[in-house]
């Protein structure tokens, strides 16, 4: 009898367990309302608004403060909504995995510009302020400071603009995290071959008639010359080539790739392109006091390695270490299979609970 109560009681809390997995499994959407945003153009916004979604329940500690909160960001022309879909369930949030819900709080803002936050689409077009990527990060640190009462977070990481962003937590805020993780990016100031394309895709919207300074009623023909030029920086050549191994197939492959980059608003594209304009963590790397591992791939179109950049800059961080997989055949967008990166955000959390 005994044995059949315990059995019972154990059953009870194992389904009492499923069933709070599977809740923290379900995105919680909310929106962060900043009055009187100011810009480091000068510009300033009356309301901005910041859409987030979070993962998992906050855990306090002994004084009362959250303290398993991860901190997620996107890359250029995304949102939050990328690192909800099925591959990041499957292997990244389910129990025993390393962002099990059921032990970390998941933050996941689309930043200003993108998503469902603020941006020249929902009516100011070109009117709208001229972010950077220092008001980005100001918007995502008072969202998690103001708004969800976050005091200090135990992981920030992001995927290629994302990845920037977080060189730039870690110098800003150098005590509000234990480690970072960027992702698919470089801690000096976009030039060379990666300032030249972003200028050519922003350039073919802008100098569009159609576009119209911002007012344009078609779509320009410069927003799809401006996304098959993402379309292919993002992609790895290995898989171009297996997707168009002929020149018919190469010229549909680009035309699908295109349509779906061109889906956009003109304005919030042509905004998100020229947001980077003036990122350079490069003079502030000492700054950095949490533990940092920095991952890119040997394939990486928009970040090449024999620049060399990551292995001569990542010994001014004291806790850093630069990590290069060897290619993957997705190029850039390899950044997003958080296959290629859930080792080492092992190594930074510690193993999964089991």
Sequence with gaps: MRTRIVLSVWLLFAVCAVAQTSSDLQPKQGDFMVKDFHFHSGESLPELRLHYATLGTPARDANGKIANAILILHGTSGSGKIYLGESYMKTMYGPGQPLDVSRWYIILPDSIGHGQSSKPSDGLHAQFPHYDYDDMVEAQYRLVKESLGVDHLRLVT????????????????PDFMDALMPIVCQPVEIAGRNRMWRRTAAEAIRSDPAWNNGEYRKRPDGLVTAARIFAIVVSGDVDLQRRGPTREQADRLLDQMAERFAQTDANDLLYQLESSRNYNP????????????????????INPIDLGIMEHEIKRVKHGRYVQHEPTGLGHASGYDPNLWKGNLIELLGPAKQ
């Design 158 to 173: 992001g995927v290629s603009m994302g990845g920037m962003h977080t060189w730039m937590w870690g110098e800003q805020h």
């Design 282 to 301: 490069q003079p502030y790397l000492e700054r950095i006091e949490a533990h940092l591992i920095a991952i890119n791939t040997a394939d990486d179109f």
